[in-house]
């Protein structure tokens, strides 16, 4: 499984931006997609997963209302819709996916096998 993040870069405060995470290779109605973010000398955080099969979602407390996590099957993209974004969303985002992983742990980065490269998101106040 390869997976492809894009979308990052600089915004003002309040505005917007939308990732994707495109994947390659074996995959499965099985598997579940995640975005994590780390800022600079922090640890890794979950931001938001979905489930491939059925849609469901969960999202940090942190981005509740604010970022909406979708999939496109047609295109294998998952993508991050950031709206009302702060300059505490400035971080590398990291999209995720795995095959096994249960619901109580989607929050968990060490839980997803597979990890695409970064994608920067700078946000200015």
């Known amino acids: 499984v390869q997976l492809q993040a894009s979308g990052g870069g600089p915004v003002q405060a309040g505005g917007s931006l939308r990732l994707s995470c495109a994947y390659s290779?074996?995959?499965?109605?099985?598997?579940?997609m995640g975005w994590f973010r780390q800022a600079p000398g922090k640890e890794r955080d979950f931001v938001a997963a979905?489930?491939?099969?059925?849609?469901?979602?969960s999202y940090a407390d942190s981005v509740k209302g604010r970022f909406t996590i979708s999939r496109d099957f047609a295109k294998n993209t998952v993508y991050l819709q950031m709206d009302g974004l702060k300059p505490e969303d400035t971080a590398v985002y990291y999209c995720?996916?795995?095959?096994?992983?249960?619901?109580?742990?989607?929050?968990?980065?060490?839980?997803?096998?597979?990890w695409g490269q970064g994608t920067q998101v700078t946000v200015s106040s």
């Open positions: 979905i489930s491939w099969s059925d849609g469901a979602r």
């Open positions: 995720a996916a795995d095959g096994t992983i249960i619901r109580s742990s989607w929050s968990m980065s060490t839980q997803y096998d597979y």
């Open positions: 290779g074996r995959t499965s109605r099985r598997f579940v």
